[in-house]
């Protein structure tokens, strides 16, 4: 069974702190994304990876940076967490090809900041 | 730009009853169409799905028809079940890396 693990389902962390959120997948699939969700306002991408070692920012990058050293783990770095970071944040993956990829999500990790 | 809209919720139907959730969106291209579906407490998952126009997407009792003269991809379901209550969300892809999302929609189905 094909799957997308996160590393937290539930996570609590203080203003100011160093925040990891790690992804694995385990398709061989090139692409990964990191979204967040919040009431209203949908998906929102943060940050996508095509390549190991390749990130393009997504929508709203501000405050985020990711890591992908190995094909099937992407790191989401919150630098210096805040509550306004406080969320639900997805990650998928999906394969790179011309037609079209359908993405597979992660269980989510719903990150509170206090 | 692209972008998807759909329907606000909360929508609220009794058991047996029909479920339309709107769909449309803005493309440049030729988009493929998906629907998703979150479950509570859970990731998002593939419900259907359309690559060109007038394909029809099911899965599981739901239906959708990607309709490129009204840039429409409506999801529909003849009678909802307890277990339907989701949030449901609709989204196209023109590119490997371009995919937008509508802002979801919570269904609650009640005996």
Request: with cysteine; net charge neutral.
């Amino acid at each position: 069974d094909v799957k997308v693990t996160q590393s937290s389902r539930y996570l609590v962390k203080r203003t100011g702190e160093k925040v990891f959120l790690e992804c694995v997948q385990d398709m061989d699939h090139e692409n990964m994304f990191w979204y967040r969700q919040d009431p209203g306002l949908g998906l929102r991408l943060i940050y996508f990876s095509y390549d190991v070692k390749m990130k393009e920012k997504g929508d709203i990058p501000e405050g985020y940076s990711v890591s992908r050293e190995k094909k099937e783990r992407f790191s989401l770095i919150l630098e210096s967490a805040s509550t306004n970071q406080t969320s639900m944040y997805l990650c998928a993956s999906s394969l790179r090809t011309l037609s079209y990829n359908e993405q597979f999500f992660g269980p989510g990790t719903r990150l509170t900041v206090l | 730009g692209n972008s998807v809209t759909q329907m606000e919720g909360p929508v609220t139907l009794s058991e047996e009853a029909f479920l339309t959730i709107n769909c449309t969106y803005t493309a440049t291209g030729y988009p493929s169409l998906f629907w998703y579906v979150q479950y509570p407490g859970e990731g998002l998952q593939l419900l259907l799905k359309a690559t060109k126009a007038d394909d029809k997407g099911s899965n599981k009792g739901f239906e959708a028809t990607y309709r490129k003269e009204t840039t429409s991809f409506h999801l529909e379901k003849g009678s909802v079940q307890v277990s339907d209550s989701a949030v449901y969300f609709c989204a196209l892809i023109l590119r490997s890396n371009q995919f937008y999302f509508g802002t979801g929609t919570s269904l609650t189905v009640i005996p």
